[in-house]
């Protein structure tokens, strides 16, 4: 397999020092249970120090957002921003609970800048709502965006996203309120092959999913993978990070060449989130297809 990966992988990712369930805005999150269960946060925090560390022994470089008590789900990074040739697209969120952590990932961002590792940091058009790398993520293989919109991203957001980073972005409207953000039931992966849950998509977005991609890179998931999240998956190399994996999907990830590392977020599963969600990746670069491959990639 010939990856185009980045010499140093970049994530931006946020302890969950105040990581909470405390309000309910997708069917994951049941904060009753959450306050009575005394042993939830220390869990949360050893899982997360397990995803960081297990990064870091890949190689990856991490940037902190600082965390802001009374933002619980400021952890889920991925939800910053679209990101991608040094551009930062902020997010808007559609709810209000997460619509103040707005303002602390711009200031991250604007750090970011100020430090040379992102060079531009862009609003939303007025009105448009768009979660950032939640529902909208860099194909690195067929050198455009997956946008899921619906619950939490507008599909109106794809024209700006196409018009800031000059990509070509593919809209899939989601059916299914457990995967309310695109990435909990579709992952590119770095070898060409797109891994997703078909139930969580509408008849026409799964057709424009199977119409860009072939058969043979179709890895489609077992409601069983998709309600551990493993389609959150965040990919370094031939390594993909999880939450859990069953046996069939691991071994076929396998066949792929691909080795999972499992490691258990359950107690950010209880919000509605995973591995993918707790990261951001910073450095993606697009690659100018050649006019040959630009061919072979329409043939
Ligand atoms: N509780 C958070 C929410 O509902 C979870 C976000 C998960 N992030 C993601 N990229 N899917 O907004």
């Not at 949360?44 to 600082?66: D, F, S, T």
């Not at 690195?140 to 990509?167: H, I």
């Not at 998509?201 to 043979?216: K, N, S």
Request: charged share 25%; hydrophobic share 45%; glycine share 8%.
């Amino acid at each position: 397999m010939t990856l185009l990966e980045n010499p140093t992988a970049r994530f931006l990712m946020c302890r969950p020092e105040h990581f909470a369930v405390s309000y309910s805005i997708n069917p994951w999150m049941k904060p009753k249970r959450w306050a009575g269960d005394a042993g939830a946060h220390a869990a949360a925090e050893r899982e997360w120090a397990a995803l960081h560390r297990q990064l870091i022994k890949l190689g990856a470089a991490i940037e902190l957002v600082p965390p802001v008590p009374g933002l619980p789900d400021l952890v889920f990074t991925a939800n910053a921003a679209v990101v991608l040739d040094g551009k930062a697209l902020l997010a808007r969120f559609r709810h209000p609970q997460r619509q103040r952590e707005e303002g602390h990932f711009a200031a991250a961002f604007r750090a970011l800048q100020a430090r040379g590792l992102i060079d531009a940091v862009r609003k939303l058009p007025k009105g448009l709502v768009l979660e950032g790398a939640g529902d909208c993520v860099w194909d690195a293989r067929r050198n455009l965006f997956w946008m899921g919109y619906g619950p939490r991203s507008d599909a109106g957001a794809a024209r700006a996203v196409k018009e800031m980073f000059g990509q070509d972005v593919v809209a899939l409207e989601l059916a299914d309120p457990r995967f309310y953000h695109m990435d909990t039931a579709l992952a590119p992966l770095p070898g060409g092959e797109v891994m997703y849950l078909p139930s969580a998509f509408t008849a026409a977005g799964l057709a424009a999913i199977r119409e860009r991609v072939a058969p043979d890179e179709r890895i489609e998931i077992a409601i069983e993978d998709g309600r551990r999240l493993a389609a959150n998956a965040v990919s370094l190399g031939s390594t993909l990070i999880m939450s859990g994996c069953g046996p069939r999907l691991r071994a076929q990830l396998a066949e792929r060449g691909y080795e999972v590392v499992a490691t258990p977020l359950s107690s950010f599963l209880r919000s509605g989130g995973s591995a993918f969600c707790l990261t951001l990746r910073l450095d993606r670069r697009s690659v100018a297809l050649t006019t040959f491959e630009r061919e072979a990639a329409v043939a």
